[in-house]
C-alpha cells in the first residue's frame, strides 16, 4: 500500500471545533497542574516571564506546523516533511523522536492521575530509590493495573474511529477549562498580594527564568497534534492552521493566569519557610494542594477532579495520535494497515499500547519520563519544522499559510529548539539525547532488515550534520555551568550564545545542503496529499 493510498483510507470526520479541542487539550494536560510548582521553586514571580518566553519560543515552531499543516495535511505530517525535504534518516530520527515523546506522554498523564488519587488511595503510589534520578515516585501494582485498564480503554475507544476521538476531546478539553476557570475565580480571593513582590536575587534571577522556561515545555508541546492527524481533517487547508494558532494563544493566556495565580496563593506559613524562600515550594506541589494550604477545601475537591478529567483528556489525544507515527513511517508492513470497518490504523495503535504497557509497568518515576518525553519531543520540532518550510519554499511549493518574516523566524525557531533542549539541564539533556541517539541503532536495524543497509549508512554520512548536532548539544551542556548542571567550563550567559551559533550554523548548513529541487520521481513518490484537499479548499 502506498503514502497515498494509506492516507486516502482515512476518514475525514474532524471540523475546526474537534480540532481545535484536540490542539488545545493536548497542550493544556496534567503539566499545568503541576508544572507551576517546578517553576516556582526555580524562579519565584520571575517564572511569569518563563511562560511567557516559552509561550513565545513554542508559538514560533508552533506556526511553522501551522504552515506545513496547510501545505500537506496528511497524517503525522511531521515525517514526511523531514523526508521530503532533508533525507530518509534525518526523517527517521525525528519520527523516532516523536514516536519516544507522544509515547511517553499517556503513561505521564495516567502517572499524574495515580499520585493525585493518592490522598485518597495511599496504596496506588509508592516512593523508591534508583539510580540517577534518587528518590522518585512510582507505581505500586495496584497504581499499575489501574493505569494500564484506562489505558486500553482509550485506546480501543480511538481504534473504533477517528470521530468518537474527537468528541471525546472536546467534551473533556471544556471539562479541564471549567475546572481550571473555578481555580482561578477561587483563587482570586486567597491571595495574598505581598507574593509578588518576592522576587529572586539578581545573581540568579537570569538562570532561574530560563530554567523555569524548561520546565513549561512540556505544558506546550501539545500544539502539533492538529497537524498529525491531518489526513483526517475537513476543509484542512484552513481548519490546521487556524486549530494550531487558536490552540496555542488560548494555551498562553491560561497559563499566565494560572500561574500568577499560583503564585499569589503560596502560603509561607504552611509551607514552614520565610517569605521568598521559592527554593522551598516543592516541584510537586499541586493546585489542589495549594488551595488546601489556604483553607479552601472545596477547591481543593474540585481541582483534583479537574486534573483527572484533564490527564484523561490528553492520554486520550495523544493515543490517538501517536498510534499515527509508526503507521505512517511504515513501509508496507502490517503497522501500515487501516481497518476496513473503522478506517483507523488499528494494528499501529495496538503496538503504541505495548509499548506504553511496558513504560508504565517499568517507569523511572514521573519527573524521569517528564524530562526525557520533553527532549525527545523538542528536539524533533526544528528538524521537521522551519527547516523543512523553508525548503519547500525555496522549491517552489506554495502552502495555504504562510508565516510572516519567515527569513528570520525560521532560524530563531530552530535556535529555540536547540536552547529548550538545552535549558533541561544536564544531565537530563544527556539522557534525553542518549534516549534519541537509539534512533540510530533502530535505523539500522531497519535497513538490514530491509536489505537496505548500504544505502541506509549512505544516507547517514549525507545528514552526518545531524549526528554532529547531537553531539555537539550535549558535550555543550557538559561544559555548561553548574545553574544549569554543567561543569562550569562555559559560563553564563556565554553558554546561551554558543548554543545559539552552533545552532544557526547547523541550520543554514542544512538548508543550504538540502535547498535544491529534488527530481520529479522523489516529489510524486513522497507527496502524499489528495489533491482535492489541496487546490480545491482555500484557507478563507
Same mark, same amino acid.
Given at each position: 500500500?502506498?503514502?497515498?493510498?494509506?492516507?486516502?483510507?482515512?476518514?475525514?470526520?474532524?471540523?475546526?471545533?474537534?480540532?481545535?479541542?484536540?490542539?488545545?487539550?493536548?497542550?493544556?494536560?496534567?503539566?499545568?497542574?503541576?508544572?507551576?510548582?517546578?517553576?516556582? *521553586?526555580?524562579?519565584?514571580?520571575?517564572?511569569?516571564?518563563?511562560?511567557?518566553?516559552?509561550?513565545?519560543?513554542?508559538?514560533?515552531?508552533?506556526?511553522?506546523?501551522?504552515?506545513?499543516?496547510?501545505?500537506?495535511?496528511?497524517?503525522?505530517?511531521?515525517?514526511?516533511?523531514?523526508?521530503?525535504?532533508?533525507?530518509?534518516?534525518?526523517?527517521?530520527?525525528?519520527?523516532?523522536?516523536?514516536?519516544?515523546?507522544?509515547?511517553?506522554?499517556?503513561?505521564?498523564?495516567?502517572?499524574?492521575?495515580?499520585?493525585?488519587?493518592?490522598?485518597?488511595?495511599?496504596?496506588?503510589?509508592?516512593?523508591?530509590?534508583?539510580?540517577?534520578?534518587?528518590?522518585?515516585?512510582?507505581?505500586?501494582?495496584?497504581?499499575?493495573?489501574?493505569?494500564?485498564?484506562?489505558?486500553?480503554?482509550?485506546?480501543?475507544?480511538?481504534?473504533?474511529?477517528?470521530?468518537?476521538?474527537?468528541?471525546?476531546?472536546?467534551?473533556?478539553?471544556?471539562?479541564?477549562?471549567?475546572?481550571?476557570?473555578?481555580?482561578?475565580?477561587?483563587?482570586?480571593?486567597?491571595?495574598? /498580594?505581598?507574593?509578588?513582590?518576592?522576587?529572586?536575587?539578581?545573581?540568579?534571577?537570569?538562570?532561574?527564568?530560563?530554567?523555569?522556561?524548561?520546565?513549561?515545555?512540556?505544558?506546550?508541546?501539545?500544539?502539533?497534534?492538529?497537524? *498529525?492527524?491531518?489526513?483526517?481533517?475537513?476543509?484542512?487547508?484552513?481548519?490546521?492552521?487556524?486549530?494550531?494558532?487558536?490552540?496555542?494563544?488560548?494555551?498562553?493566556?491560561?497559563?499566565?493566569?494560572?500561574?500568577?495565580?499560583?503564585?499569589?496563593?503560596?502560603?509561607?506559613?504552611?509551607? #514552614?519557610?520565610?517569605?521568598?524562600?521559592?527554593?522551598?515550594?516543592?516541584?510537586?506541589?499541586?493546585?489542589?494542594?495549594?488551595?488546601?494550604?489556604?483553607?479552601?477545601?472545596?477547591?481543593?475537591?474540585?481541582?483534583?477532579? #479537574?486534573?483527572?478529567?484533564?490527564?484523561?483528556?490528553?492520554?486520550?489525544?495523544?493515543?490517538?495520535?501517536?498510534?499515527?507515527?509508526?503507521?505512517?513511517?511504515?513501509?508496507?508492513?502490517?503497522?501500515?494497515?487501516?481497518?476496513?470497518?473503522?478506517?483507523?490504523?488499528?494494528?499501529?495503535?495496538?503496538?503504541?499500547?505495548?509499548?506504553?504497557?511496558?513504560?508504565?509497568?517499568?517507569?523511572?518515576?514521573?519527573?524521569?519520563?517528564?524530562?526525557?518525553?520533553?527532549?525527545?519531543?523538542?528536539?524533533?520540532?526544528?528538524?521537521?519544522?522551519?527547516?523543512?518550510?523553508?525548503?519547500?519554499?525555496?522549491?517552489?511549493?506554495?502552502?495555504?499559510?504562510?508565516?510572516?518574516?519567515?527569513?528570520?523566524?525560521?532560524?530563531?525557531?530552530?535556535?529555540?529548539?536547540?536552547?529548550?533542549?538545552?535549558?533541561?539541564?544536564?544531565?537530563?539533556? #544527556?539522557?534525553?539525547?542518549?534516549?534519541?541517539?537509539?534512533?540510530?541503532?533502530?535505523?539500522?536495524?531497519?535497513?538490514?532488515?530491509?536489505?537496505?543497509?548500504?544505502?541506509?549508512?549512505?544516507?547517514?554520512?549525507?545528514?552526518?550534520?545531524?549526528?554532529?548536532?547531537?553531539?555537539?548539544?550535549?558535550?555543550?551542556?557538559?561544559?555548561?555551568?553548574?545553574?544549569?548542571?554543567?561543569?562550569?567550563?562555559?559560563?553564563? /550567559?556565554? *553558554?546561551?550564545?554558543?548554543?545559539?551559533?552552533?545552532?544557526?550554523?547547523?541550520?543554514?548548513?542544512?538548508?543550504?545542503?538540502?535547498?535544491?529541487?529534488?527530481?520529479?520521481?522523489?516529489?510524486?513518490?513522497?507527496?502524499?496529499?489528495?489533491?482535492?484537499?489541496?487546490?480545491?479548499?482555500?484557507?478563507?
Amino acid at each position: 500500500m502506498t503514502q497515498l493510498e494509506k492516507n486516502q483510507r482515512l476518514k475525514k470526520d474532524l471540523g475546526l471545533l474537534e480540532l481545535t479541542a484536540m490542539g488545545t487539550g493536548a497542550i493544556i494536560g496534567a503539566g499545568i497542574f503541576v508544572a507551576p510548582a517546578a517553576v516556582a *521553586d526555580l524562579a519565584g514571580p520571575d517564572g511569569l516571564v518563563s511562560w511567557i518566553i516559552g509561550g513565545l519560543a513554542m508559538l514560533v515552531l508552533a506556526l511553522f506546523y501551522a504552515e506545513l499543516g496547510s501545505l500537506k495535511p496528511i497524517t503525522s505530517g511531521f515525517y514526511v516533511y523531514a523526508k521530503e525535504t532533508i533525507g530518509d534518516f534525518s526523517a527517521f530520527m525525528s519520527g523516532w523522536g516523536t514516536l519516544l515523546s507522544y509515547a511517553t506522554t499517556a503513561p505521564i498523564e495516567l502517572f499524574t492521575i495515580m499520585l493525585y488519587l493518592t490522598s485518597f488511595f495511599p496504596s496506588l503510589t509508592s516512593s523508591l530509590t534508583i539510580p540517577i534520578f534518587g528518590s522518585v515516585s512510582s507505581l505500586t501494582p495496584l497504581g499499575i493495573a489501574v493505569s494500564l485498564c484506562v489505558l486500553w480503554l482509550l485506546t480501543a475507544l480511538n481504534a473504533i474511529g477517528i470521530k468518537y476521538g474527537g468528541a471525546y476531546a472536546t467534551a473533556t478539553t471544556g471539562l479541564k477549562l471549567a475546572a481550571l476557570g473555578s481555580f482561578i475565580i477561587g483563587g482570586a480571593f486567597l491571595i495574598h /498580594p505581598s507574593n509578588y513582590g518576592l522576587f529572586l536575587p539578581a545573581s540568579s534571577a537570569g538562570s532561574g527564568v530560563l530554567l523555569g522556561v524548561s520546565a513549561t515545555v512540556f505544558s506546550y508541546m501539545g500544539f502539533r497534534q492538529p497537524t *498529525d492527524v491531518g489526513a483526517e481533517v475537513k476543509n484542512p487547508r484552513r481548519n490546521i492552521p487556524l486549530a494550531v494558532v487558536f490552540s496555542m494563544l488560548l494555551s498562553m493566556v491560561i497559563y499566565v493566569i494560572i500561574y500568577s495565580t499560583f503564585v499569589g496563593m503560596t502560603n509561607w506559613k504552611f509551607l #514552614g519557610t520565610s517569605p521568598g524562600n521559592w527554593s522551598a515550594v516543592p516541584s510537586t506541589f499541586t493546585l489542589a494542594q495549594l488551595a488546601s494550604s489556604n483553607g479552601a477545601g472545596g477547591l481543593a475537591l474540585l481541582i483534583t477532579a #479537574g486534573i483527572v478529567v484533564s490527564a484523561l483528556g490528553t492520554a486520550g489525544i495523544y493515543i490517538a495520535t501517536t498510534g499515527r507515527v509508526p503507521f505512517q513511517m511504515a513501509d508496507g508492513s502490517a503497522l501500515s494497515r487501516v481497518h476496513a470497518r473503522f478506517a483507523t490504523p488499528y494494528v499501529s495503535m495496538i503496538a503504541v499500547a505495548i509499548l506504553q504497557t511496558f513504560l508504565l509497568t517499568f517507569s523511572l518515576g514521573y519527573w524521569a519520563i517528564y524530562f526525557l518525553s520533553a527532549i525527545s519531543g523538542v528536539l524533533s520540532y526544528g528538524i521537521s519544522g522551519p527547516l523543512p518550510a523553508m525548503i519547500y519554499e525555496k522549491r517552489g511549493l506554495k502552502p495555504a499559510f504562510r508565516v510572516p518574516a519567515r527569513q528570520v523566524l525560521a532560524p530563531l525557531g530552530f535556535v529555540v529548539s536547540s536552547l529548550l533542549v538545552y535549558w533541561s539541564s544536564w544531565p537530563y539533556t #544527556g539522557y534525553g539525547l542518549g534516549f534519541v541517539g537509539s534512533g540510530i541503532a533502530a535505523y539500522l536495524v531497519v535497513k538490514r532488515l530491509r536489505s537496505q543497509l548500504r544505502a541506509g549508512l549512505r544516507e547517514m554520512m549525507r545528514e552526518a550534520w545531524l549526528l554532529l548536532y547531537i553531539a555537539g548539544l550535549i558535550l555543550i551542556s557538559y561544559i555548561g555551568p553548574s545553574n544549569f548542571g554543567g561543569t562550569d567550563l562555559l559560563p553564563f /550567559p556565554l *553558554d546561551q550564545l554558543v548554543v545559539a551559533s552552533f545552532s544557526l550554523a547547523v541550520y543554514e548548513y542544512a538548508y543550504l545542503a538540502n535547498s535544491k529541487k529534488p527530481s520529479g520521481v522523489s516529489i510524486r513518490l513522497l507527496y502524499i496529499c489528495d489533491s482535492r484537499d489541496i487546490y480545491a479548499n482555500s484557507f478563507f
